[in-house]
């Protein structure tokens, strides 16, 4: 069997404490190289971040195994997760091959009783507040919910709830029952599991990035300064802006420690320009796969172009449309509407849409930022 490194993971209660060291002394019995904290992982000396470190192992780790029992862990306000969790979030994020052991009993409570208690509650607060329910909302209705039992903390029941959203399997846990480690990693393997850790490398040149800098901010001065009277193509000019605007990753960050990638979405492949004129947005051209009407008159709420030119003068917003599986980045420039249409991976529909709504807002917005704005100072100079 091949060596590899597992990072074993659960909270420090009294009934998970056997499994664990059985796990450890088995693993290690087998040739492999188990991490945990209280044995090989930690704790660090002054100064260095313990959760930084523990996602660092899960990172460089070939396996990723936890146990889940009924308590919840040191959670952090900021990222609104546990540090279990995010170490979990981290290994999906990563791609690992995750093995998770639930105890019997709270997984079956949670499939037969908390999961559509959960499921109903987040269906009704996206129809309500057209967002997702962030997990203080979930964890709180949990608690409050007298049909779930005390004795399991409402975060255990979150975190299982975000395990199924993720499709992760949740093999069953018998406390005080041994795991066969021989046979389960034997079967893991025969099954084509990659047990290699992924490399990645991000090159950054500052200099070069210095000087692009420089040159938009000369630019920032100058085209204020210019009289444009129109644009001499407009459909080039918009082709010209599709041709320029990439795809990029979408994340979900979890405060200071670490983002997960949720999603991505591709190259600019429409684009439409419109302008106030009489009481209505008239179109002035479209490329690409825009196909817009030739107005939009003021009243209509289903056009994304009509509800951000109502969110104001040099306003922005991502809306998503599922049948079309795009997401439109609409912007407005006095009298003119932009809209860039991006296709979404395969992955994305609505109600994942919700969910995220503010990372993909983030990525889209925040991917090409210094081309956007001379866009903006480009079509803020034309007069109508």
């Not at 190289?33 to 260095?48: F, Q, S, T």
């Not at 999961?115 to 507040?129: A, G, L, N, S």
């Not at 395990?163 to 005080?176: A, C, E, F, N, Q």
């Not at 204020?224 to 795809?247: K, Q, T, V, W, Y």
Request: charged share 20%; proline share 5%; net charge negative.
């Amino acid at each position: 069997m091949a060596r590899t490194n597992v990072f074993i993971s659960s909270v420090n209660e009294d009934g998970l404490k056997p499994l664990r060291r059985n796990a450890i002394q088995e693993l290690t019995t087998l040739g492999h190289e188990p991490l945990m904290w209280e044995v090989n992982l930690g704790p660090w000396p002054a100064g260095i971040d313990p959760v930084v470190k523990c996602l660092e192992a899960v990172q460089h780790c070939d396996i990723y195994l936890l146990f889940i029992g009924s308590k919840a862990g040191t959670y952090d306000k900021i990222a609104q997760r546990t540090v279990t969790h995010m170490e979990f979030i981290k290994a999906y994020e990563q791609g690992k091959t995750i093995l998770v052991f639930g105890d019997v009993e709270i997984k079956a409570t949670f499939f037969s009783t908390v999961k559509p208690i959960i499921e109903h509650f987040v269906d009704r607060y996206i129809v309500k507040e057209e967002r997702f329910p962030s997990p203080t909302h979930i964890i709180n209705t949990i608690r409050a919910n007298r049909n779930i039992t005390s004795h399991v903390d409402p975060y255990v029941w979150y975190f299982l709830y975000d395990m199924t959203m993720r499709k992760v399997y949740i093999d069953d846990l018998s406390l005080g029952v041994p795991i066969d480690w021989r046979s389960y990693l034997s079967d893991l393997l025969r099954r084509g599991s990659l047990l290699l850790p992924l490399e990645s490398s991000i090159e950054q040149n500052s200099s070069r990035l210095e000087q692009f800098d420089g040159v938009f901010d000369m630019l920032g001065e100058l085209i204020p300064e210019l009289r444009i009277s129109g644009l001499r193509d407009a459909e080039h000019f918009l082709e010209l802006i599709m041709n320029r605007l990439s795809g990029g990753i979408i994340e979900q960050s979890y405060g200071q420690y670490m983002s997960e990638k949720v999603g991505y979405y591709e190259d600019c492949s429409g684009a439409t320009l419109y302008v106030f004129n009489e009481e209505q947005l008239q179109i002035i051209t479209n490329v690409g796969d825009a196909t817009g009407p030739p107005f939009y008159l003021l009243d209509n709420q289903s056009s994304y172009a009509v509800l951000t030119y109502h969110l104001g003068d040099n306003q922005e917003q991502v809306f998503f449309k599922e049948a079309k599986a795009t997401f439109y980045y609409c912007i407005r420039i006095g009298k003119y509407i932009l809209t860039l249409h991006f296709p979404s991976d395969p992955n994305w529909d609505y109600r994942k849409f919700i969910h995220y709504k503010e990372c993909a807002n983030h990525a889209i917005l925040s991917k090409n930022p210094l081309i956007i704005e001379l866009i903006k100072l480009f079509i803020g100079g034309l007069r109508p």
